[in-house]
């Protein structure tokens, strides 16, 4: 075994700083990974400070991870060494109930093993993240990455990109439906480039004025300032679907009315405290859905980064140094990035 170097939180107020471990001896379907980049979601900013309540220290984030296979296991049958390979948010399911054996590892009755966080469904260990220079993951949970993607831009997608790119797809978005994305921010403007090559209309809402140019740049036909009341009404009854991205708490009845007769409001961002609840009456008079979705399955984000390769997208990203993972925390906070960090693994190596 040799040593990984990472960050870790060791507490709820401490910052994340530098730490050593070591992985796993391979297992039979066991890839290591040289770790390239791994980007910055904001669950792990909660993971680390402990606001879900579920964290144990030390902890090493990291769940959008890009980087090189360096050893095979033994019976390793997908992957060779020198591959370009991503892991996103888990590592592990039961793979025998019902929704994983549909390929929803995502949903697994038994709960799937988070790539960071989690016991080991074998030795019980806690699973350690893509802040570090190298991973052993089993390679059923790894994704192969196209080659003619920029794979700083590609490391994103694993979380960002699959959350979006899921509903979107469960929701049948297809060229000539009118689409709505909430929110411009890591999860987002991902949301709108996604619906841009699926061919959709997209109407991007926004609270800040100051992002309209940014999202018609990302893709996005219209933008409405979602401060403003008036510039909903020209949209009342028209939008097929709208994915909701904001993680924060809010009002999502102004959104509700928007949708056609059996049109669908998505919901993946999580808020700290519920949303005050929507009106009944918007549901049942035009017969409207609001539904939630987590991330993808493994083989729906292998598609997703198999449709980003024929269509040449990545995550906008701002590349950072590990030392610099506290104070871009700090900025994620007051949503001061464009449009996701990734950590540059090179770094960790000095």
Request: proline letters at 5%; a negative charge.
């Amino acid at each position: 075994m040799t040593t990984t170097h990472a960050y870790a939180a060791q507490s709820p107020t401490t910052p994340l700083a530098p730490f050593d471990l070591t992985h796993r001896a391979l297992r039979d379907h066991d890839l290591a990974i040289d770790v390239m980049f791994c980007g910055v979601c904001h669950s792990d900013l909660h993971m680390a400070r402990n606001e879900w309540g579920v964290t144990q220290y030390p902890i090493v984030p990291g769940h959008e991870i890009v980087g090189r296979v360096t050893r095979v296991g033994p019976e390793v049958t997908r992957y060779k060494v020198g591959d370009l390979v991503g892991v996103g948010c888990m590592v592990d399911s039961c793979r025998t109930c019902v929704n994983c054996r549909d390929g929803l590892e995502q949903y697994c009755n038994n709960g799937f093993t988070g790539t960071y966080n989690d016991p080991d469904r074998q030795d019980g260990k806690r699973t350690t993240g893509g802040y570090s220079t190298d991973m052993v993951v089993d390679e059923a949970f790894t994704l192969r990455v196209p080659e003619n993607l920029d794979p700083a831009g590609v490391a994103p997608l694993l979380c960002a990109g699959i959350t979006t790119y899921s509903p979107l797809k469960e929701w049948g978005v297809k060229a000539g439906m009118k689409v709505g994305i909430v929110g411009l921010g890591g999860l987002g403007h991902m949301g709108v480039k996604l619906a841009h090559a699926m061919g959709a209309h997209v109407v991007l809402f926004t609270t800040s004025p100051s992002k309209i140019d940014d999202a018609k740049r990302l893709g996005a036909d219209e933008v409405v300032v979602s401060k403003n009341p008036d510039e909903f009404k020209p949209h009342v009854n028209t939008f097929d679907f709208i994915l909701n991205t904001v993680a924060a708490k809010h009002n999502l009845d102004p959104f509700m009315e928007l949708l056609k007769r059996d049109g669908t409001m998505a919901l993946v961002g999580l808020p700290d405290s519920p949303h005050p609840s929507p009106s009944v009456g918007n549901l049942i008079f035009k017969r409207r859905r609001l539904a939630g979705s987590l991330i993808g399955g493994i083989a729906e984000t292998q598609e997703m980064l198999d449709f980003c390769a024929e269509h040449n997208i990545v995550s906008d990203i701002e590349m950072i140094s590990i030392d610099q993972i506290n104070e871009a925390y700090e900025r994620m906070l007051k949503s001061d990035v464009k449009y996701r960090f990734v950590i540059d693994s090179k770094s960790l190596r000095k």
